[in-house]
């Protein structure tokens, strides 16, 4: 299966952690840049934070320090780990898989962070 399955969403408090996962099969996962995306409603899809092949990150500034994107090659997945959550985090969070511009997209997996 291709398409990037997302998992690890939830309801959490706000100063909570969650680690959302992103696992695929029948790439070669340790050429593509992982990506992840937040959406909330009536909103555009905005990028949260990328890893390349060679493991170089980035994030948006409302994330960093307190979001950590990674990459396990032999188990094909990505993850993003995401500690001192705030509200404004909470949306729709989906995983992009990239390679010579060409976008493999998850389903998305929800992330809620209330009180």
């Known amino acids: 299966q291709v398409q990037p399955v997302e998992s690890g969403g939830g309801l959490v408090q706000p100063g909570g952690s969650l680690r959302l996962s992103c696992a695929t099969s029948?790439?070669?996962?340790?050429?593509?840049?992982v990506g992840w995306y937040r959406q909330t409603p009536g909103k555009q899809r905005d990028l949260v934070a990328t890893?390349?092949?060679?493991?170089?990150?980035t994030y948006v500034d409302s994330v960093k320090g307190r979001f950590i994107i990674s990459r396990d090659n032999a188990k094909n997945t990505g993850y993003l780990q995401m500690n001192s959550l705030k509200p404004e985090d909470t949306g729709v969070y989906y995983c992009a898989l990239r390679f010579a511009d060409y976008d493999y997209w998850g389903r998305g997996t929800q992330v809620t962070v209330s009180s």
């Open positions: 890893i390349t092949s060679l493991g170089i990150t």
């Open positions: 029948g790439i070669a996962f340790k050429i593509y840049r």
